[in-house]
């Protein structure tokens, strides 16, 4: 069996459109996860009564089920309720459910690790927790936290893969309609695996150069 370039070829501007798809679903998803992993944290550090004891159910919780079952569950039982919700809302939804649980658990360690003599020496001179939070605990935790943090990013992109299931046109789904359509299965994992290649990796390692940047501390120098 010979391999048709020409087919593969012709079908880029098709994955182009589903690598777009694929970066939508997957920065929006780890932006509203970090933002729910920093409001996590935050609860669990200054102790907020009730919420506090609920975070740690909501991360044993979410890393504890696939994130297929979570997504089948937002986009195909929650219209039971009368709760409708697209193939792209439910992704980013059933996305952030897990990248926020392994995100909080990430920031909490960081958070765990700054020195506690800054947090009281900041109390001592009157600071307010949301301003202790904002200028001394979140900007070093963050910076503690950055190796896991990004390698998580990563793997929230990869994870992008599964949205497919509910009919998310991105890469993964793509390929199975061009297959489905004409049977040229090598041809189209060939382009699938080539582009997550070319997409994965040099994020992953822009990643890696930021972070490193990051903590070193040489951007504007």
């Known amino acids: 069996m010979t391999f048709d370039y020409s087919f593969a070829l012709s079908t880029l501007p098709a994955f182009l459109k589903a690598i777009g ?24 550090t200054f102790r907020v009564p009730l919420l506090r004891r ?15 079952i979570q997504l089948f569950f937002i986009y195909f039982a929650l219209p039971t309720i009368g709760l409708q919700l697209s193939g792209f809302s439910s992704a980013v ?3 952030t459910f897990l990248g926020g649980a392994y995100l909080t658990e990430i920031l909490r360690a ?11 020496s900041g109390l001592s001179i009157g600071l307010s927790r949301w301003q202790l939070l904002r200028h ?11 190796p896991a943090l990004f390698a998580n990013f990563v793997f929230l992109l990869k994870e992008t893969t599964v949205v497919s299931a509910v009919a998310v046109p991105e890469i993964l789904y793509t390929t199975k309609n061009y297959i489905a359509l004409y049977y040229k299965t090598y041809e189209m994992l060939a382009v699938m695996t080539g582009l ?26």
């Open 21 to 44: 798809v694929t970066l939508q679903v997957g920065f929006i998803a780890i932006a509203t996860s970090l933002l729910v992993a920093i409001a996590n944290a935050c609860l669990v």
């Open 54 to 68: 609920l975070v740690p159910v909501y991360v044993e919780l979410a890393r504890n089920t696939p994130l297929l």
């Open 93 to 95: 939804i059933a996305m």
């Open 110 to 120: 960081g958070i765990d690790a700054v020195p506690k003599a800054q947090i009281e």
């Open 136 to 146: 001394v605990v979140l900007p070093q935790a963050g910076i503690l936290s950055l």
């Open 196 to 221: 997550c290649v070319l997409l994965f990796l040099p994020l992953s390692l822009l990643l890696g150069v930021l972070e490193r940047r990051l903590q070193h501390g040489q951007f504007g120098s």
